[in-house]
């Protein structure tokens, strides 16, 4: 079964509302990331975070790796943060990326 | 700052051709890797390369090779493409976090 699992797939917010992103999974990790992808666009890392709680601005990630989970939370959404938010987890010794399926995020003026 | 190189950006080919893809690093990183992103936006590591040698080697068909000639470069070909190749294929490198490329995306008609 799928290792890593997404929630919610998709998210439309109205300009200003904050965002919860979850990534639980079922197996042990190396490390969690999460990445943003704008829609033909590249990943961009947002956060190297194996455990406990990261800040970046209007980002937060927390992982609980008792609870097997990590969340991004986007504060006063902007129309620029629209894109997919994906969480990756890392195993093995060469830190290889399983990937979750993604959040769509829109968020509209 | 761009420091992981892919070309072509975008390859259309017919069902049975060979297809190369080059990625290039310049981050003097000793890892290096090969994802898959599908028409449904999942991401799937396909290979990965630590300073020159095969390390991770996925479920992938036979018709895919990677090719490195140094640990800066890592390249993709597949032999025979089939229409379930088309994708976007992302070259990835690590330090602590990855390091994705722009990708190449394939269409195979």
């Known amino acids: 079964g799928q290792q890593v699992q997404q929630s919610p797939a998709s998210l439309v917010l109205q300009e200003g509302e904050n965002a919860e992103l979850q990534c639980n999974f079922s197996?042990?990790?190396?490390?969690m990331q999460w990445f943003y992808q704008r829609p033909g666009g590249s990943l961009v890392s947002l956060f190297y975070n194996p455990s406990g709680t990261k800040h970046s601005g209007r980002l937060t990630s927390t992982t609980v790796i008792k609870e097997r989970r990590s969340s991004l939370h986007i504060s006063s959404s902007q129309t620029t943060d629209s894109g997919t938010y994906l969480c990756?987890?890392?195993?093995?010794?060469?830190?290889?990326?399983?990937f979750g399926s993604g959040t769509k995020l829109t968020v509209e003026p | 700052e761009t420091a992981v190189f892919q070309t072509p950006n975008y390859h259309v080919t017919q069902v049975g051709n060979e297809v190369s893809f080059n990625c290039k690093q310049t981050l003097g990183h000793d890892t290096m890797y090969w994802y898959k992103q599908d028409s449904k936006k999942l991401l799937k590591i396909m290979f990965s390369y630590n300073n020159k040698q095969l390390i991770v080697n996925e479920t992938v068909p036979r018709r895919f090779s990677p090719q490195s000639s140094d640990k800066a470069h890592l390249n993709l070909r597949i032999k025979s493409v089939e229409p379930e190749d088309s994708a976007v294929y992302l070259c990835?490198?690590?330090?602590?976090?990855?390091?994705f490329g722009p990708g190449t995306r394939l269409l195979v008609l």
């Open positions: 990756a987890l890392g195993m093995s010794n060469y830190n290889v990326l399983y």
């Open positions: 197996t042990s990790l190396n490390s």
């Open positions: 990835a490198t690590l330090k602590d976090t990855q390091y």
